[in-house]
């Protein structure tokens, strides 16, 4: 999958096009993808890879639209310890992502 994330992400460079990087940096406790897993986000919105799916990824979702407007990079904690009602956070543990854009 790496591979194909490092595909997508010099295709945008290539078409002069910032892209985030999303890298789950680190977990603890159950969470549905493990330290590495990578998702690319697009100007568009559009995104390639998953960092988990669910409330989750649509929070980091959201966090790397905000970096490519500011180009901040920045740790993004995505706690799934706390059940809501009817959502997703089932896993019972903490992700922090690191969203960086590249250019």
Do not use: Y
Not at 17 to 29: D, I, S
Not at 38 to 48: A, E, I, L, P, Q
Not at 80 to 99: A, H, Q, R, S, Y
């Amino acid at each position: 999958m790496n591979e194909e994330i490092f595909r997508e992400i010099q295709t945008a460079l290539d078409h002069e096009e910032p892209v985030v990087l999303a890298t789950v940096a680190r977990t603890r406790g159950s969470t549905p993808r493990k330290t590495g897993a990578k998702m690319v986000v697009r100007s568009d919105g559009s995104f390639f890879g998953t960092i988990g799916g669910g409330c989750g990824e649509a929070e980091v979702w959201q966090e790397a639209m905000e970096v490519l407007e500011d180009g901040s990079p920045r740790i993004v904690t995505v706690d799934l310890t706390e059940p809501t009602d009817g959502e997703d956070k089932i896993c019972g543990g903490v992700m922090d992502v690191f969203v960086e854009r590249l250019t």
